[in-house]
């Protein structure tokens, strides 16, 4: 809008192992929700065969069931992963249909507002009109026709209801701070027209329209005034 006004501008597999050759060991098998658990099991395993001298088939048997044991442990792992992964979705999933919900509440409200502030918003139109006439006299080193337009101080009458008029739409912080810069730079602008200084007033100039344009966009007021 500046530019518009002023064109210059992220297992355990426990075994119990028989001393003799004969004996076979019976793996008592533990599901934990972590897969690197599963490793740990094929590598007790693999420990156990190389290091106890036993017999073929004892081999073949205890590595496959130390197979099979690790495969299952990887399914589980998964599986528990998995479920996690989906609590955890649908968490996320609630949380931002919440956020939803309150940014469609806050602004339906927002729009009740608004249109039951037709004289408020009168009032910001002829805020627009004022600033548009006083950047275009500023961009022509016209600034006795800015300083008439302007009025001598912030005291003057169309400032006042521009005031009423933020008072009662502004609602976040963030949106009354937009205000705050707007009078400031305001008062600047006025300032500097009235000491006939072109630089200093395109300037604040400059600053009061991009803090006015900054708070019409937080309010949603955009696309109610014309000549933004």
Not at 45 to 72: E, W, Y
Not at 103 to 131: A, C, H, M, P, W
Not at 152 to 161: H, I, M, N, R
Not at 199 to 219: G, H, I, N
């Amino acid at each position: 809008m500046a530019t518009a006004f002023l064109p210059t501008a992220s297992t355990f597999l426990p075994s119990h192992l028989s001393s003799s050759p004969s004996s076979s060991f019976s793996p008592s098998v533990f599901f934990p929700c972590k897969q690197h658990n599963a490793k740990r099991n094929v590598a007790i395993c693999k420990a156990v065969s190389d290091s106890t001298p036993i017999s073929p088939n004892l081999t073949k048997r205890g590595l496959s069931i130390c197979f099979i044991t690790s495969f299952s442990l990887l399914l589980a792992g998964k599986g528990c992963s998995d479920a996690n992964a989906a609590i955890l979705e649908a968490d996320d999933d609630e949380e931002l249909l919440e956020k939803v919900k309150k940014d469609r509440k806050k602004r339906l409200e927002r729009q009740g507002v608004i249109s039951s502030s037709n004289k408020e918003t009168g009032f910001l139109q002829d805020l627009v009109y004022k600033l548009s006439k006083v950047g275009q006299a500023i961009d022509n080193n016209d600034l006795s026709t800015a300083s008439s337009v302007l009025g001598g101080s912030t005291d003057t009458d169309w400032v006042k209801k521009a005031n009423l008029a933020f008072t009662k739409l502004s609602s976040s912080l963030e949106e009354k701070t937009q205000v705050d810069t707007f009078n400031s730079s305001l008062a600047s602008l006025i300032s500097s027209v009235t000491r006939n200084d072109v630089e200093s007033s395109k300037l604040a100039f400059v600053s009061s329209a991009s803090a006015f344009q900054k708070w019409t966009a937080l309010t949603g007021l955009v696309g109610q005034l014309k000549g933004l």
